[in-house]
């Protein structure tokens, strides 16, 4: 074989692919998962716009990055403890593959509900409220981007070491709810007083921003959102992986 | 080369020791049984050789590859049955195949061609495209099996593979395994039954309290078997004296008294029957139940452990 490293990343893609593929059949694309994906963000929504006169174009790149959020993290601690209770999470560790792969395959089914989700209030924008977007390239990137920073953040806690999948999805709205109080969304930093600086801290703030940055066309921010979301996106990614292989062999 | 070597393997949880140092080789295309009382270490065991758990101490191979540090290799050449059927029940059982395919890279061709072959043999193949979760427990063992076959593994590791299934279920699984044999897999096979073991396996190592034992072909348990047969009755009444008359009876090598019965054991149960039930009516006495079980495997183990198929029993005269 000419490249022995270049085929064994490609064989390992088809299989994160197909975890992706079972995980898109099994859990995500099933009528209860949309259900959950829109309702809680279209209720965020409704309590913190209606009555506060917020631009569209403030509110719709919030609501999608909330909406994003939800959806990409939610999955991941729901099917993973489930599969170890039917010990299917056992088939995928004691096949041939890396860590890494099955940590990217449960990713990338998170990453393509969290885009087809998020597509729901941005057309809602587009229809209803006359929101453009004005920078559509970087609206689709940016999509795909915290989506997989998202679906990497639920995977991550999806390694706690349990059978029962609502001790997991405790720990990840532990986490979740209070973010969308400290990202600048629905309150801003500058509402925020001294407190401000904590946005900086949170995950979803650079999502945010950038879909305000694409939707208003005003890029001046762009580069280091982009890089907030990366160093968020490797730090869950990392996480994840030696978490999930800790555990691994726990047993 | 051994198809699975195992060197002191060792697995601690906390305090508990799991399995203490075990070490035994099983040779390429044997039929090995892993025997043992529940709780004794054979999932433990098989979890360390597939990789599942970490050794504490100890080492093992499998095809010569390590299962720590080749883990790749070794993977790539063994299936694995566990003792619950870990199949998606919101998959076909088509799909379920495909997708063990895909784990093992498994090229599609092959994988179509395989998931084809082993839908029929297991008699799956009218029901291939039906959710899994309307099956019976009997065709999800099947497909579990399946699953750990898509790829052609060299070494099949099965955890009581027959565990809840019916009678023709289990017939038909181990009549699978036997062809496999046939074939040239290497097959691991943990089990707490005897039968199981006699009649499958090349050579049975016996695990109890995370020790093994002993490891012995099967023609030597069948001889243990054979002499450890037993007759177990209970009468109205349990008095000393009647339990020595019943341990007197012709036939009887040894006996062991348990809670309001006495288990006797004798080479030849239908006749040491015939011979209670002439006590019971020649002393006036009721039979409140009367059975011919087989050896326990504690039994078995006892009398491998001590290299004397008579010693069997605590009591022994």
Known sequence: MKFPMLSRVFAELLKALAIAKKDACMYYFQPQSFMMGILFPAAMFFSFSVGRNLPAEVVIPGIMAVTILFSSSSIGPLAVPMERRTKTYERMIVAPISPLSIVFGEICAGIAFGVVIACLPLAIGLIFFGVSAQNLPILIASTVLVAFEFSAMGVMFSAVPTENPANAMMLVNLVRLPLIFVSGIFVTAAEMGVFGWITWLSPLTYG??????AVSGRLYGLIPDVLGVVLFTVIFLALSVYLHERNRTAG | MEAIEAENLTRDFGGFRAVDHISFKVSPGEFFGFLGPNGAGKTTTIRMLTGLSMPSEGRAKIMGHDVIHDKFLARE?????????????????????MFAGKLYGVSRHDRIRRADELLHLFGLGGVKDKKVKGFSKGMKRKVTVAMALIHSPKVLFL???????????????????VRLGEEGTTIFLTTHTLDEANTLCDRVGIIVKGKLAAVEAPERLKRIVRMSRSVEVSLDSMTPRVIDSLASLSGVSSYRKSGDKIRLYTSEPSELSEAILDYARGNGRRIVSITTPGPTLEDTFLAIVNGNSEAVGDDRR
Do not use: H
């Not at chain 2, 299936?79 to 076909?92: A, R």
């Not at chain 2, 955890?159 to 395994?177: F, M, N, S």
């Open chain 2, 77 to 97: 050449c063994i299936g694995v049955v566990p003792d619950v059927s870990n199949i998606y029940d919101e998959l076909s059982a088509w799909d379920n195949l």
């Open chain 2, 159 to 177: 955890d009581e593979p027959t565990a809840g299934l019916d009678v023709q279920g289990a017939r038909t699984l181990k009549d699978i395994l």
């Open chain 1, 208 to 213: 945010a921003d950038l879909f305000r940055s």
